[in-house]
T-cell receptor
Framework: RKEVEQDPGPFNVPEGATVAFNCTYS??????FFWYRQDCRKEPKLLMS???SGNEDGRFTAQLNRASQYISLLIRDSKLSDSATYLC???????????????FGKGTKLSVIP | DAGVTQSPTHLIKTRGQQVTLRCSPK?????VSWYQQALGQGPQFIFQ???????QRGNFPDRFSGHQFPNYSSELNVNALLLGDSALYLC?????????????FGPGTRLTVL
């Protein structure tokens, strides 16, 4: 089983649609979770951290289910500028203890169509 | 506030050659991690440097080595290049202190091995 698995995609959605990405991780000791966004031929950029209580940033909502080892990202009212690859990322180290390796999923490509 | 910088941006080498890639971390960061991203894949952790020492290493052969300097900048060296080493090499920096373990990525060096 891969350490971090994501929906294979690609997702092609019209502007204004709501789209959800799912991710599972295998290391139950993992402590930190993130969604990164990567534009074509660019570096990954942090979109948001993911907390057990769930967190929201504008049109983006992230959820974590530790019991199921499952992470999700919901994008509401999709914009053309949301087109990118979304990477699910897990860090087994606890926050404050220093960040070690990040484990990335393969990413899910989103294309928002006019 | 300068972000993470990497050089060169692109590089073309032939099989068997050696290459050195460079990274300067974000201001205030003391930890540097290196990742390899092959086409269509998520980044894979190579190693992390802290206090001028390799703190953790991923599943990469000894042909991959690194160094961190007193000013926290870092180099990645790859010897005896193989065609399969063609990839985007990403440097990420983070701070060992503080409450966050977020890693910030540089723009990457795109290495092509012919």
């Amino acid at each position: 089983r891969k350490e971090v698995e994501q929906d294979p995609g690609p997702f092609n959605v019209p502007e204004g649609a709501t789209v959800a990405f799912n991710c599972t991780y295998s290391n139950s000791a993992s402590q930190s979770f993130f969604w990164y966004r990567q534009d074509c031929r660019k570096e990954p950029k942090l979109l948001m951290s993911v907390y057990s209580s769930g967190n929201e940033d504008g049109r983006f909502t992230a959820q974590l289910n530790r019991a199921s080892q499952y992470i999700s990202l919901l994008i509401r009212d999709s914009k053309l500028s949301d087109s990118a690859t979304y990477l699910c990322v897990v860090n087994p180290r606890s926050s404050g203890a220093g960040s070690y390796q990040l484990t990335f999923g393969k990413g899910t490509k989103l294309s928002v169509i006019p | 506030d300068a972000g993470v910088t990497q050089s060169p941006t692109h590089l073309i080498k032939t099989r068997g050659q050696q290459v050195t890639l460079r990274c300067s971390p974000k201001s205030g960061h003391d930890t540097v991690s290196w990742y390899q991203q092959a086409l269509g894949q998520g980044p894979q952790f190579i190693f992390q440097y802290y206090e001028e020492e390799e703190r953790q290493r991923g599943n990469f052969p000894d042909r991959f080595s690194g160094h961190q300097f007193p000013n926290y900048s870092s180099e990645l060296n790859v010897n005896a290049l193989l065609l399969g080493d063609s990839a985007l090499y990403l440097c990420a920096s983070s701070a060992s202190s503080g409450s966050t373990d977020t890693q910030y990525f540089g723009p990457g060096t795109r290495l092509t091995v012919l």
